[in-house]
């Protein structure tokens, strides 16, 4: 089964500093993988993805992933992160039928001023 | 111009009620979603329906209908409400190919008493 893995419960940076949200995936055959963002109350929006082609994939708001397959892993990432970065982040995974998404379970990420 | 759209924003309700929760797209996508987000964040996969025909039914209890009249909307019906059914629910909406992103509503956000 197609599935994604998100190690970190939550991850604290400050701002201006670089951010690192991890993602790992586990998949049978190419893998499609995106990245979401949750604000509180609010419905979730799409960052970015990666279907094929380069390994880096640029995004919404500043936000680049890197696509690495020998660690089989889609960390997002973003060079200084904002207060209003603050939020939830979802990476998710293209289910082999059907079109769905596997989500792995979030990471909480706070931006402290 | 709200692209997927659902209503109510909230439902309220009590145990053994019928309820429905209503989704339509502007984005002219053939396939459409519903996914339940739990009290700890996890995003489930329910329903999926491509051209009007269901496509993916995971484990998800009879009492739940899912029901689509036209490829603009997907609508939720609900028997029998349980305490568990208590959820945040989300219609998504995306176009099967290419490989498309899959577009959010902003949620309804079910209490059942």
């Known amino acids: 089964a197609q599935s994604v893995a998100q190690p970190e419960d939550q991850v604290n940076v400050a701002e201006g500093n670089p951010l690192t949200v991890k993602c790992t995936y586990s998949?049978?055959?190419?893998?499609?993988l995106f990245w979401y963002v949750q604000y509180p109350n609010r419905g979730l929006q799409f960052l970015l993805k990666?279907?094929?082609?380069?390994?880096l994939v640029k995004g919404s708001y500043g936000f680049e992933a890197e696509f690495n397959k020998s660690q089989t892993s889609f960390h997002l990432k973003k060079p200084s992160a904002l207060v209003s970065d603050s939020a939830l982040y979802f990476c998710?995974?293209?289910?082999?039928?059907?079109?769905?998404?596997?989500f792995g379970k979030g990471t909480s990420l706070l931006v402290t001023p | 111009d709200t692209a997927v759209s659902q209503t109510p924003k909230y439902l309220v309700t009590q145990m053994g009620n019928d309820k429905s929760i209503k989704c339509e797209q502007n984005?002219?996508?053939?396939?459409m979603y519903w996914y339940k987000q739990d009290s700890k964040k996890f995003l489930k996969i329910m329903f999926s329906?491509?051209?009007?025909?269901?496509?993916i039914n995971e484990t998800v209890p009879n009492r739940f209908s899912p029901k689509s009249p036209d490829k603009a909307h997907l609508n939720l019906h609900i028997n029998s409400l349980e305490l568990g059914d208590s959820a945040v629910y989300f219609c998504?909406?995306?176009?099967?190919?290419?490989?498309?992103?899959?577009?959010f509503g902003p949620g309804t956000r079910l209490t059942v008493l």
């Open positions: 998504a909406s995306s176009q099967s190919l290419p490989l498309d992103t899959q577009y």
């Open positions: 998710a995974v293209r289910v082999n039928s059907g079109y769905a998404l596997n």
């Open positions: 998949v049978s055959g190419n893998p499609y």
């Open positions: 990666y279907i094929t082609g380069d390994n």
């Open positions: 329906y491509n051209n009007k025909e269901l496509i």
């Open positions: 984005l002219g996508h053939d396939t």
